[in-house]
């Protein structure tokens, strides 16, 4: 499986520059790299060095309204390429959004195409915020919002220049108290923060980000975000955690931003299943080989709007309890369809 | 089993209501059933009886809709409630019960 990182963040904000100082790093010699620019001409592109040959340039509009398909065609030729041996064999993939993108779509593409998912996986998703603008960047513009909630790490860009305002730690917090958050030096960061090592299959959902949003405490903030974890002790039935993904995607849709997970599934107490949603559209789930650490409570996180803890914890109550009476009970619990058993 | 509407469903119900944004009461009836008063309307929700081939019955004005499970009993309230919801027309495969 090959890992894909996806780099957002609003116009100026410092992405091409994290991007440009990562690849210069050794670990990052056998990378992809796609970019997305709005407008005709492109310029990020040529400020990025790379050697590769697997490189490319989107410059046909922003990657979410319009090349969501172009996304999948360059992945795919991407990968025919790597195979045929017409491009070095890249290692990883590093897709640079435009400042304006909304990432969901991007996902959406990663994630939904069968193809594609059978030999990339999401590595997560890095968002840079600019420690100058950022807080009025946030104030007035919804993609900039939109891109830190479905972060899995905040990067924290230009603090060379001004430290950031407790206002903006305060206001990212709020928004996504799930992601972890990076200073950059210099337009630096660690490159392993970019490409996590796959312990938890990309979900991001080690202890410190359950502590995190412990102490969030899953309220909504009344603001356009809520984030908040699930955490279960005793594993999942594998049908109730099915229940529970098609009644969030059915009565959240688009409102759900974001959902990632480490599941105990009760069917496979050794292997954790990695669950991952945006908005609509889940993938299938990835099985971990072992657990990543001694913990093996089930820690699901949604991002979305109007989320409420409260009754995503009644569901899957309901559910469970469904669950355990259905096995004296020959009624099916899922209508028959396409995939259905 | 007892053919209460069990209490996992009723908070669901109730937590329900305030998640949609919809101003409500969920109350238990002598019955075990669970009447819904919201939007002017009243519905009601049983358990289905053992020979019919789904789990709930959400009835209203005499017109009874069977529902298979929690997730269809969600979906039939939420319409019979609110009238312009149009649920996400998603199916989600079962998750494979071990790893592959």
């Known amino acids: ?16 520059t994290l991007l440009s100082r990562l690849l210069r790093s050794p670990q990052f010699s056998r990378t992809a790299v796609i970019i997305n620019e709005l407008g005709e001409v492109g310029l990020d592109h040529e400020l990025v060095e790379t050697s590769e040959e697997s490189f490319v340039e989107l410059s046909t509009g922003c990657l979410c309204c319009t090349v969501r398909s172009d996304l999948v065609l360059t992945l795919e030729d991407l990968l025919r390429r790597r195979d045929a041996g017409t491009v070095p064999a890249f290692e990883r993939v590093a897709i640079e959004t435009s400042g304006l993108a909304d990432p969901a779509p991007i996902l959406h593409a990663l994630m939904g195409d069968a193809r594609l998912a059978a030999r990339l996986g999401l590595a997560g998703v890095a968002a840079t915020v600019d420690a100058v603008n950022g807080l009025a960047t946030l104030a007035g513009r919804p993609e900039a919002v939109k891109q830190v909630a ?47 090592p796959a312990g938890d299959g990309g979900a991001g959902l080690g202890a410190d980000t359950a502590a995190r949003l412990a102490r969030n405490g899953g309220h ?38 974001r959902l990632k997970g480490l599941v105990n599934v009760a069917e496979s107490p050794d292997r954790p299943a990695v669950v991952h949603g945006v908005q609509h559209v889940f993938h299938p789930p990835a099985w971990l080989e072992r657990w990543p650490s001694a913990d093996r409570r089930t820690r699901l996180v949604l991002i979305g709007f109007g989320l409420r803890l409260d009754w995503v914890e009644a569901l899957l109550a309901a559910l469970e309890a469904e669950v355990e009476e259905a096995h004296a009970d020959p009624r099916p619990l899922l209508p028959p369809g396409p995939g259905r058993r | 089993m007892s053919q209460a509407v069990p209490d996992p469903v009723l908070e669901l119900l109730a937590r329900s209501l305030a998640a949609w ?33 789904f789990r709930w019955t959400v009835a209203e004005n005499g017109r009874t809709r069977g529902c298979m499970g929690i997730p269809g009993l969600l979906r039939t309230v939420r319409s019979g409630l609110d009238p312009a919801w149009r649920p996400v027309r998603l199916r989600i495969a079962p998750l494979p019960l071990v790893p592959p």
Do not use: Y
Request: aromatic share 2%; proline share 7%; net charge neutral.
């Open chain 1, 1 to 16: 499986m090959i890992p894909v990182a996806v780099l957002t963040g609003f116009l100026g904000s410092g992405k091409t």
């Open chain 1, 150 to 196: 479905l972060a899995d790490r905040l990067v924290l860009t230009k603090t060379d220049l001004a430290p950031a305002h407790p206002a903006l730690h305060a206001r990212l917090a709020a928004l996504n108290p799930a992601a972890r958050l990076i200073t950059a030096s210099f337009g630096a960061i660690d490159p392993a923060e970019l490409f996590p």
């Open chain 1, 220 to 257: 909504s903030h009344g603001e356009e975000v809520a984030c908040f974890a699930l955490v279960r002790e005793a594993p999942i039935r594998a049908v109730a955690l099915t229940l529970l993904l098609e009644a969030l995607a059915e009565h959240l849709g688009a409102g759900l931003l």
């Open chain 2, 21 to 53: 944004g919809i101003a409500g009461e969920v109350q238990r009836e002598g019955s075990g059933g669970v009447r819904l008063e919201a939007a002017g309307r009243t519905l009601r929700v049983a358990r289905a009886a053992p020979d019919l081939p």
